[in-house]
């Protein structure tokens, strides 16, 4: 029995890994990856972070303050090691998933949480099919990495709240500081920091909140290790408040509230959201007794944990349920387990409707990202076609991907995420008015796709119209082609942008679809 287990381990978790090893080839480049790259890009070259990607946002090009700080230092270490590379950037969050993994399950074995080696396998199976895992396991952004800290400061939180876990005092102080390096990797961070306190006190364990919270407090601090005196204070809240939000002109009392009751649009998002979802209200209606009987600290935590997440992340994106997945895991799993342990066949057959349903979900999106690939020799062609041996002394206009692998090769790159950003603020940076303002601030050549088309109201003007000292000199579905007067380039037609590859089900895209 021992050895079909095993078999049945080593297929489920090969094919698993075949999955992601089809995914990373080409993978397509993450608007994050071009965002939070180019902060380690600069602080590896310059030694300071700026985003020259989103110049013109609370002078982001000249310092930046606001990011996510221990996971820029760590990328600015693998620009210095490898060069600026997408694929060795994304590679970043890949490890901390083989971490969290790993962590996952050493601490379900020492919590003692499942009698059957099977849960074991179900709950790490659920992670890593989930697509918001599967997705931004291999993208530049800090969930993954966070989600493993946070982990880690559970496991030493609940072996502080057990009498015979050892010295609970410097659990709590472990608990803490990992809590505190969260932070520190991004702001969110603090839901670690709150459950965890609210946890030792509910819990009248006064000491043992101290402990934590000096640790958490220490390490917090690192947060702040790039400001150099008090008044970047507040040039720091300057670029954290710069975009308006709904509850801008709240106390703060009633924007925590505003922001709670809006925590559903994380958690019904779209198909993917609404599975877990629905599949965890399912075993918290129906397994709540029996959790809190097995685990009180793991349903404790979750419960303080998911409220601090919704008063205190202002970002209702649903990429935030990665820092939340190992404890709804948990206890999901927690749950069959205690059906198998009872033979509660019915029940089983019950929440195994809303697995397979889940299963089908997550396979769905993954084999998308799967299929979906990217031709990284396009931004090059457009380089050479509409910039030439003049590029690196133009100011480009563009979408963030841009940036791969082009950030040297062009006098500067700024973003139309950055004119995004400032249309919250000036809603008719549109259409002529967007020329406009790019010719106020030296933008040689503006490259945009055909998200960015609607957006700024673009496809209206015909090809070769000259406006606001531009000329429209490349038109087509998913690319416009703005050069300035006088700068643009006897082009060729037809023009080939995008590269298909035919090969079995893979498609390249082109980086503008």
């Given at each position: 029995m021992k050895l079909i287990k095993n078999k049945i381990n080593f297929l489920i978790f090969s094919g698993i890994a075949l999955m992601y090893l089809l995914s990373m080839p080409a993978r397509r480049p993450h608007l994050d990856d071009a965002w939070i790259g180019e902060h380690s890009y600069w602080l590896q070259r310059d030694r300071v972070v700026k985003s020259k990607l989103m110049a013109g946002v609370a002078d982001s090009e000249k310092r930046l303050l606001l990011h996510h700080k221990l996971f820029t230092l760590q990328g600015a270490a693998v620009i210095a090691i490898v060069g600026f590379s997408l694929s060795w950037l994304k590679a970043v969050s890949l490890v901390y998933l083989i971490l969290m993994v790993v962590a996952l399950a050493m601490t379900a074995k020492r919590m003692a949480l499942f009698s059957h080696s099977i849960s074991l396998t179900f709950m790490l199976f659920l992670l890593l099919i989930n697509p918001l895992v599967f997705e931004f396991s291999f993208v530049f952004r800090p969930e993954i990495m966070l989600s493993f800290l946070g982990l880690l400061s559970y496991f030493f939180l609940w072996r502080a709240c057990q009498s015979n876990q050892g010295k609970p005092g410097a659990n709590a102080l472990l608990s803490g500081l990992f809590a505190g390096l969260g932070l520190a990797t991004h702001l969110n961070g603090i839901i670690f920091i709150s459950a965890g306190f609210l946890v030792f006190m509910l819990k009248r364990r006064s000491i043992l909140a101290l402990f934590f919270a000096s640790t958490a407090g220490m390490a917090s601090m690192l947060y702040f290790y790039d400001f150099r005196s008090f008044s970047d204070i507040a040039v720091w809240y300057k670029q954290l408040t710069y975009i308006p939000t709904d509850s801008g002109?709240?106390?703060?009392?009633?924007?925590?509230?505003?922001?709670?009751?809006?925590?559903?649009?994380?958690?019904?998002?779209?198909?993917?959201?609404?599975?877990?979802?629905?599949?965890?209200?399912?075993?918290?209606?129906?397994?709540?007794?029996?959790?809190?009987?097995?685990?009180?600290?793991?349903?404790?935590?979750?419960?303080?944990?998911?409220?601090?997440?919704?008063?205190?992340?202002?970002?209702?994106?649903?990429?935030?349920?990665?820092?939340?997945?190992?404890?709804?895991?948990?206890?999901?799993?927690?749950?069959?387990?205690?059906?198998?342990?009872?033979?509660?066949?019915?029940?089983?057959?019950?929440?195994?409707?809303?697995?397979?349903?889940?299963?089908?979900?997550?396979?769905?999106?993954?084999?998308?990202?799967?299929?979906?690939?990217?031709?990284?020799?396009?931004?090059?062609?457009?380089?050479?076609?509409?910039?030439?041996?003049?590029?690196?002394?133009?100011?480009?206009?563009?979408?963030?991907e841009l940036i791969f692998n082009e950030i040297d090769d062009y006098g500067q790159i700024t973003s139309l995420m950055s004119y995004n950003e400032r249309l919250k603020l000036i809603p008719d940076l549109k259409a002529t008015k967007l020329l406009r303002t790019a010719q106020n601030e030296d933008i040689d050549l503006i490259l945009m796709d055909d998200t960015y088309i609607k957006v700024f109201e673009m496809a209206p003007f015909p090809l070769g119209v000259m406006v606001a000292g531009y000329v429209l000199s490349y038109k087509s579905d998913e690319l416009m082609v703005w050069e300035r007067c006088g700068l643009q380039k006897t082009i060729p037609l037809p023009i080939k942008l995008t590269t298909v590859y035919d090969a079995g089900p893979f498609r390249f895209h082109s980086a503008f679809n």
């Amino acid at each position: 029995m021992k050895l079909i287990k095993n078999k049945i381990n080593f297929l489920i978790f090969s094919g698993i890994a075949l999955m992601y090893l089809l995914s990373m080839p080409a993978r397509r480049p993450h608007l994050d990856d071009a965002w939070i790259g180019e902060h380690s890009y600069w602080l590896q070259r310059d030694r300071v972070v700026k985003s020259k990607l989103m110049a013109g946002v609370a002078d982001s090009e000249k310092r930046l303050l606001l990011h996510h700080k221990l996971f820029t230092l760590q990328g600015a270490a693998v620009i210095a090691i490898v060069g600026f590379s997408l694929s060795w950037l994304k590679a970043v969050s890949l490890v901390y998933l083989i971490l969290m993994v790993v962590a996952l399950a050493m601490t379900a074995k020492r919590m003692a949480l499942f009698s059957h080696s099977i849960s074991l396998t179900f709950m790490l199976f659920l992670l890593l099919i989930n697509p918001l895992v599967f997705e931004f396991s291999f993208v530049f952004r800090p969930e993954i990495m966070l989600s493993f800290l946070g982990l880690l400061s559970y496991f030493f939180l609940w072996r502080a709240c057990q009498s015979n876990q050892g010295k609970p005092g410097a659990n709590a102080l472990l608990s803490g500081l990992f809590a505190g390096l969260g932070l520190a990797t991004h702001l969110n961070g603090i839901i670690f920091i709150s459950a965890g306190f609210l946890v030792f006190m509910l819990k009248r364990r006064s000491i043992l909140a101290l402990f934590f919270a000096s640790t958490a407090g220490m390490a917090s601090m690192l947060y702040f290790y790039d400001f150099r005196s008090f008044s970047d204070i507040a040039v720091w809240y300057k670029q954290l408040t710069y975009i308006p939000t709904d509850s801008g002109d709240l106390n703060p009392f009633l924007k925590l509230l505003f922001n709670s009751l809006r925590e559903h649009l994380r958690y019904f998002h779209s198909p993917v959201e609404i599975c877990l979802s629905l599949t965890l209200l399912y075993v918290l209606g129906r397994g709540w007794k029996t959790l809190w009987k097995k685990q009180p600290v793991l349903l404790l935590y979750t419960f303080l944990l998911t409220l601090s997440l919704s008063a205190l992340a202002l970002n209702k994106t649903s990429k935030y349920l990665i820092l939340m997945l190992p404890y709804f895991l948990m206890m999901v799993a927690l749950y069959t387990d205690q059906l198998l342990e009872d033979s509660r066949l019915k029940e089983l057959k019950r929440l195994g409707i809303l697995i397979i349903i889940t299963l089908f979900v997550s396979l769905y999106n993954d084999v998308g990202v799967i299929v979906n690939k990217y031709d990284s020799g396009l931004n090059q062609r457009i380089r050479e076609i509409f910039a030439g041996k003049e590029a690196e002394k133009m100011h480009v206009l563009g979408p963030m991907e841009l940036i791969f692998n082009e950030i040297d090769d062009y006098g500067q790159i700024t973003s139309l995420m950055s004119y995004n950003e400032r249309l919250k603020l000036i809603p008719d940076l549109k259409a002529t008015k967007l020329l406009r303002t790019a010719q106020n601030e030296d933008i040689d050549l503006i490259l945009m796709d055909d998200t960015y088309i609607k957006v700024f109201e673009m496809a209206p003007f015909p090809l070769g119209v000259m406006v606001a000292g531009y000329v429209l000199s490349y038109k087509s579905d998913e690319l416009m082609v703005w050069e300035r007067c006088g700068l643009q380039k006897t082009i060729p037609l037809p023009i080939k942008l995008t590269t298909v590859y035919d090969a079995g089900p893979f498609r390249f895209h082109s980086a503008f679809n």
